[in-house]
């Protein structure tokens, strides 16, 4: 994999590059290479991260060049003014073909734990979702955020007795060969930090049967 095959767009202000499942946003405790640190070298630039994904979780992610430009996207996510699209692949589909979840988190060691209630030191998460495709063992949902919680769409949906492929921290049963889970962060929506334009940007998903079957009979 080249690393000028993970970017979207680049412009002065910011990079949009498409997080390959595995390998980390930024720094963690392994040590192995992270996107930032990959596509600083890359643009030869320090980068700033705007948002970050989950290691097994594959799709968009938006840096910064600049201070300036940071502070500007993260003003953004803050007075939720960025749209987030999120494609998942799930083996029991949800009862209706499309909703909204609302629960309550709370952060147990590295997972959270789901209220259907307000509960102490709990975060309200919402989402919306709907069903796109079948296929015969597996169902394509579209996924819109409300909110940013914290492993929210990976434990709202486990609650709802539809966990992700191949998340077993989450309920499902098998792990993915690769470590990675059918979660793809395909779109996102945002105000250009300098002109102010309004800009979407895709994020293919991954060179994955599954995915594919499923995107190819969905279009």
């Not at 595995?22 to 705007?50: A, F, H, N, R």
């Not at 709990?122 to 914290?150: H, M, Q, W």
């Amino acid at each position: 994999m080249q690393i000028s095959e993970l970017i979207i767009f680049q412009s002065h202000q910011f990079v949009v590059a498409n997080k390959p499942a595995g390998v980390p946003t930024q720094p963690d405790q392994t040590g192995d290479k992270s996107l930032v640190d990959l596509l600083s070298i890359y643009c030869k630039s320090d980068l700033y991260v705007i948002h970050r994904l989950d290691r097994p979780v594959s799709g968009i992610v938006l840096l910064a060049k600049s201070k300036k430009a940071a502070a500007d996207l993260n003003r953004q996510f803050q007075d939720k003014k960025v749209e987030k699209t999120y494609l998942a692949v799930v083996k029991e589909a949800p009862e209706a073909p499309e909703g909204t979840l609302t629960h309550y988190l709370k952060k147990q060691g590295k997972q959270e734990k789901v209220f259907s209630e307000p509960a102490p030191g709990a975060l309200e998460a919402t989402l919306s979702y709907t069903c796109l495709n079948n296929s015969d063992n597996y169902t394509l949902l579209k996924i819109v955020p409300a909110t940013g919680r914290f492993h929210q769409i990976r434990a709202q949906l486990s609650a709802i007795g539809s966990p992700i492929k191949g998340d077993v921290k989450y309920g499902f049963r098998r792990g993915n060969a690769d470590r990675s889970i059918h979660l793809h962060a395909q779109q996102l929506t945002f105000y250009h930090p300098v002109t102010h334009h309004k800009l979407t940007f895709e994020a293919p998903v991954p060179e994955d049967n599954l995915w594919k079957a499923l995107m190819v009979s969905e279009g």
